[in-house]
Nanobody, 117 residues
Framework: QVQLVESGGGLVQAGGSLRLSCVAF????????MGWYRQAPGKQRELVAVITRGGNTNYGDCAKGRFTVSRDNAKKTMYLQMGSLKPDDTAVYYC???????????WGQGTQVTVSS
């Protein structure tokens, strides 16, 4: 079984930065994609960024130019460096691992990010 644990969320002022981390525990095969999604109150969950094992990235519109996703495969850890934060970035940020070997997605519990104006 795979467990994802996020950390790094918190309260930050507009214009500030945060770095989120997601550590994967359990058996992980070398064929997966990891990503960050977020969900604000009353809104649907949306893509923030995804990164393949090889380091190819794709960003949602909300993240382009401000956020950077990265991963350390040896540490089974993914990061999200967020900058120029805005109150609209306030949401619960979820870590996702898409295992192509297992044919399923795994989700973390989420970490709250709150940006004050």
């Amino acid at each position: 079984q795979v467990q994802l644990v996020e950390s790094g969320g918190g309260l930050v002022q507009a214009g500030g930065s945060l770095r989120l981390s997601c550590v994967a525990f359990g058996l992980i095969f070398n064929n997966d994609e990891m990503g960050w999604y977020r969900q604000a109150p009353g809104k649907q969950r949306e893509l923030v960024a995804v990164i393949t094992r090889g380091g190819n990235t794709n960003y949602g519109d909300c993240a382009k130019g401000r956020f950077t996703v990265s991963r350390d495969n040896a540490k089974k850890t993914m990061y999200l460096q967020m900058g120029s934060l805005k109150p609209d970035d306030t949401a619960v940020y979820y870590c996702n691992l898409r295992s192509f070997n297992m044919g399923r997605d795994y989700w973390g519990q989420g970490t709250q990010v709150t940006v004050s104006s």
